[in-house]
Every structure is written in C-alpha cells, then in structure tokens.
T-cell receptor, first 110, second 115 residues
Framework: TQLLEQSPQFLSIQEGENLTVYCNSS?????LQWYRQEPGEGPVLLVT?????EVKKLKRLTFQFGDARKDSSLHITAAQPGDTGLYLC??????????FGTGTRLQVFP | DAGITQSPRHKVTETGTPVTLRCHQT?????MYWYRQDPGHGLRLIHY???????DKGEVSDGYSVSRSKTEDFLLTLESATSSQTSVYFC??????????????FGEGSRLTVL
C-alpha cells in the first residue's frame, strides 16, 4: 500500500501552460518534501514544508502543505521545457525515514 | 554536488546469483539509505543506517541485507537475486533527521537487471 499517492501520474503540456501536481495521503506527516528527478540522475530536493497551510515559492513553482498536513500540491506557472522531469513528494512520519510518493512525470514541449 | 558514488552503475546477472551494490560517501553524513525505484511506485525504502553497524529495515526489505562497517560505505546485498529485484537502486545520504526531515542527497543510481 502506497501511503502517498500522486496525481496525475503523467502530464504532457505545451510551454507556457500552468499545471498542478497533487500529493495525497490519509496519514499525517510532520513535514513534506518535493524532489525533481531528471533521466539518469538521482532526485534533487526542491523544497521542504513543515507547517499546515504553509506556502513556499521557488521562482515559478509554488508549493503548499495542506492544513491537516496530509496532502500537498505543486503548482508551476508558465511551464518551460526545463521543468521536464519526474516530480516526487516525500513525507516524514517519524524521525528516521522518508516515504516517497508514486511520482508525476512531466513533459513540457516547446 | 554531494560526494556520493554508487557502484556498479549497471549490472546484469542471473537469477539465484548474489549481488552486492556499494554506496560510498565523502560527506561524513550519519544517515544512509537504499531505495529502489520502479515505474508507478516512486522510491521505496529498502534499508537504512543511522550509524556504523546501526541499520534498520524499510518497507521492502525482504530479500535484501545491508552492512555498514565504516561511516563512508553502505553495502546492499541480494543474497540470491530474483527477477522481481530488477530495478534501479538509489543510495541517499542525510546529515540530519528529525523534524523537519533532513535533506536527502542521492547518488546517480545502479541499474540492476536479473535475467
């Protein structure tokens, strides 16, 4: 059973479009992270959110942690081909390990 | 970039043979992790270590063992490889744990194919 479900699983859009990726769980997390992974490489951390309702912005990327700390979203404004990759959310439920989501593969066409 | 080296990067083996993957770090980080990545599953934790000789199981530990005799090295062993263990394996390190969760730095992955 996957504790963190991401949707959509795949997303293919044109440059300039906006998109939102969702990360949902029935469990409460003490913190949640978002990673991006490019082909042939390991994931790279984008952001960590800790407080319920917290919103963080990273250039054109906006991350939100749900009020109940069970879900999160990633919104990309005016997507660019450089945003192409696999986006992974990861939640911490105890002090030693992260649980990763199922992943959203984004393709942005020029 | 964090100093994490995985070896081998690619391996093809036959069912029933033992396989060992090595993760080497130069960051002196306390925490080390082994994940496997399969389509539709994201990353799933196999085993992790919170210090030399201190390891614990993750969510998909069956068929895998680990050892950490030095801070810098974390070995993942498949005692008798099966086709279901065909996957891309990632090592990760973290300086801290707790709340919020520490930042994970990942290696470049080891692609294992079990025929």
């Amino acid at each position: 059973t996957q504790l963190l479900e991401q949707s959509p699983q795949f997303l293919s859009i044109q440059e300039g479009e906006n998109l939102t990726v969702y990360c949902n769980s029935s469990s409460v997390f003490s913190s949640l992270q978002w990673y991006r992974q490019e082909p042939g490489e390991g994931p790279v951390l984008l952001v960590t959110v800790v407080t319920g309702g917290e919103v963080k912005k990273l250039k054109r990327l906006t991350f939100q942690f749900g009020d109940a700390r069970k879900d999160s979203s990633l919104h990309i404004t005016a997507a660019q081909p450089g945003d192409t990759g696999l986006y992974l959310c990861a939640g911490a439920r105890n002090t030693d390990k992260l649980i990763f989501g199922t992943g959203t593969r984004l393709q942005v066409f020029p | 970039d964090a100093g994490i080296t995985q070896s081998p990067r690619h391996k093809v083996t036959e069912t029933g043979t033992p396989v060992t993957l090595r993760c080497h770090q130069t960051e002196n980080h306390r925490y080390m992790y082994w994940y496997r990545q399969d389509p539709g599953h994201g990353l799933r934790l196999i085993h992790y270590s919170y210090g030399v000789k201190d390891t614990d199981k993750g969510e998909v530990s069956d068929g895998y063992s680990v050892s950490r005799s030095k801070t810098e090295d974390f070995l993942l062993t498949l005692e008798s490889a099966t086709s279901s263990q065909t996957s891309v394996y990632f090592c990760a390190i973290s300086e801290s744990s707790g709340t919020p969760a520490g930042k994970l730095f990942f290696g470049e992955g080891s692609r294992l194919t079990v025929l």
